[in-house]
């Protein structure tokens, strides 16, 4: 490691700090992140695992990062993304987290990235509200609440972009889904 690389991480520390004393002392910066209802997946018996969902906008001008999501509901809530491997729908584990570029809506929704709950305490019943939180790179920590729906009324969508829905055309795949191991 070079002494120039440690000046830029040590002059990044320094601005994330600033940036933090910014977000407390104006509380408008910490809401440009928009985030659309959070979604669970109702459990049917006793599934030992299920989803969550929901959206978010970057409506500043920073870029902000989720880098995970914390949740007392499950063993282990990890950020899974899917894909189409030999024609069945896989998903796996997401490194690094999930960007959000200034402007930009990301989509935790079926057939794509969503909040993966493993290992569940209890059964997730429709109408009930259950929450997580989401653990942002600039922004930190947000707890959000939301409620179990059966999963034909799940329906993700940005508020303020419906332009991004129509890149999801492709996701209503009827490719079969692999759970986990539990253990
Ligand atoms: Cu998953």
């Given at each position: ?64 990062r989720l880098l995970d ?10 950020l899974?993304t ?10 796996r584990q997401i490194d690094g987290g999930i960007d ?35 653990v942002?790179e ?46």
């Amino acid at each position: 490691m070079n002494g120039d690389f440690m000046l830029s991480l040590n002059l990044q520390r320094i601005f994330a700090a600033g940036f933090v004393c910014l977000v407390m002392l104006s509380p408008a910066l910490a809401s440009d992140l928009k985030i659309g209802a959070l979604q669970f997946r109702a459990t049917i018996g006793s599934m030992p695992s299920s989803a969550a969902y929901l959206s978010i906008t970057n409506h500043g001008t920073m870029p902000d990062r989720l880098l995970d999501v914390e949740s007392s509901l499950a063993r282990k809530t990890e950020l899974h993304t899917m894909a189409v491997t030999n024609g069945v729908m896989k998903m796996r584990q997401i490194d690094g987290g999930i960007d959000i570029p200034a402007g930009a809506t990301i989509q935790l929704a079926p057939g794509g990235f969503h909040v993966m709950l493993i290992g569940l305490k209890a059964p997730l019943t429709v109408d009930e509200n259950y929450d997580v939180t989401l653990v942002f790179e600039t922004a930190g920590k947000v707890k959000v609440t939301g409620l179990a729906k059966r999963p034909a009324d799940l329906k993700i969508s940005a508020p303020h972009s419906p332009e991004a829905q129509s890149h999801g055309t492709h996701s209503s795949s009827t490719g079969s889904m692999e759970m986990p191991k539990t253990n």
